[in-house]
C-alpha cells in the first residue's frame, strides 16, 4: 500500500453542490480513498450538528469544525478555542441595538438572539439547515465556538474595529462568520497533524470560499474547486473542475491519490 495521506475537504461548495447535495462521483471517491488506507477528514465553518449525515454516509471520523475552533481526530476532541463570553456579550449587545441578529454556535446546537429575522431565514435557507431556537442568553451558560452576525458588508468594518479580539469572515451577502482572532481552518489543521503525526507532502484540502484561503495557503497540496473565488484560486497549488462537474474525483486524480 502507498503512505498513508489525510484529504482534509470542505463542505458547502466543495463536498456539497450548489443544491447542497453530494455528487455520485465524490461519495465513490471517498470511498476509494479510504479503500487506499488514507484518512478523509472534513473542515468547514459548519458545526459537528449541521453536518452529522455527511460523516455518517462518508464514514468520517475526523473534522475540523467552526472554521477551526473545534477540532474531532478519530472520535476524539483534540482541540477547542470558543469565544470570549464577555467580548460576545458584548458585541450582541451592540448587534441589538443595530438591528443585525446574532446566532451563538456549540458543537451540538446553535441557537438566535431574535426570534425571526428575514437575514438569519435567507442565509439559513441557503445551507439548507432550519431557523435555529430562540434563546437570547444561551451564550451565558455554554461554551461557543463560533457565531453569526447578520450585517451586510458595509456594516462589518464598524464591528471590526470595534472588536480585534474577533475575526470576521464573509459567507453570505447577510452574514460574517465571528471567531477568536487569528482562528482558521488552517490552524486547526495543525492541530489534527500534531495528533496524527503525518507529514506536510502527504496532507491534501480541497476548498473554494474565502474562509478555505488560510487553509489552501498552508497544506503543501492544495486543491482551489472550479467553481472557487479568485482569492482561493490565486492560493492553491492546482484548480480542479467546479463541484457539479465532478471537481472533487477529478482534483483527486489530479493530484495523484486516485
Keep these: 500500500m502507498r503512505q498513508q495521506s489525510i484529504i482534509f475537504f470542505d463542505i458547502d461548495g466543495t463536498l456539497l453542490d450548489h443544491n447542497k447535495e453530494l455528487p455520485s462521483s465524490t461519495i465513490e471517491a471517498i470511498h476509494e480513498l479510504k479503500r487506499k ?3 478523509v477528514a472534513i473542515a468547514t465553518g459548519r458545526g459537528p450538528f449541521m453536518y452529522k449525515e455527511i460523516r455518517e454516509k462518508l464514514g468520517i471520523d475526523s473534522y475540523v469544525s467552526y472554521n477551526g475552533q473545534y477540532v474531532v481526530v478519530e472520535g476524539e476532541v483534540v482541540y477547542s478555542n470558543p469565544l470570549s463570553k464577555s467580548s460576545l456579550q458584548k458585541l450582541t449587545k451592540d448587534a441589538t441595538r443595530n438591528n443585525n441578529p446574532v446566532v451563538f ?3 451540538d446546537v446553535m441557537r438566535a438572539n431574535v426570534t425571526e429575522h428575514p437575514h438569519i431565514t435567507e442565509g439559513m435557507e441557503s445551507l439548507k439547515v432550519g431557523y435555529p431556537t430562540y434563546d437570547p442568553l444561551y451564550y451565558e451558560d455554554n461554551v461557543i465556538y463560533q457565531s453569526l452576525l447578520f450585517c451586510v458588508e458595509e456594516e462589518e468594518k464598524a464591528y471590526m474595529d470595534a472588536f480585534p479580539e474577533f475575526d470576521f469572515v464573509r459567507w453570505h451577502p447577510l452574514s460574517t462568520d465571528v471567531l477568536p482572532k487569528d482562528g482558521s481552518k488552517a490552524k486547526g489543521i495543525e492541530k ?4 496524527l503525526q503525518i507529514p506536510a507532502e502527504r496532507v491534501y484540502a480541497f476548498g473554494d470560499g474565502l474562509n478555505d484561503v488560510a487553509m489552501l495557503s498552508m497544506v503543501k497540496n492544495s486543491v482551489a474547486m472550479g467553481n472557487g ?5 490565486a492560493c492553491a497549488k492546482y484548480v480542479t473542475k467546479p463541484v457539479d462537474e ?3 474525483y477529478h482534483g483527486l486524480k489530479m493530484v495523484g491519490l486516485l
Excluded at 192 to 195: N, P, R, S, T, Y
Excluded at 229 to 233: T, Y
Design 37 to 39: 488506507g488514507h484518512i
Design 229 to 233: 473565488v479568485d482569492e482561493v484560486k
Design 105 to 107: 454556535m456549540d458543537p
Design 246 to 248: 465532478d471537481g472533487i
Design 192 to 195: 489534527a497533524l500534531e495528533k
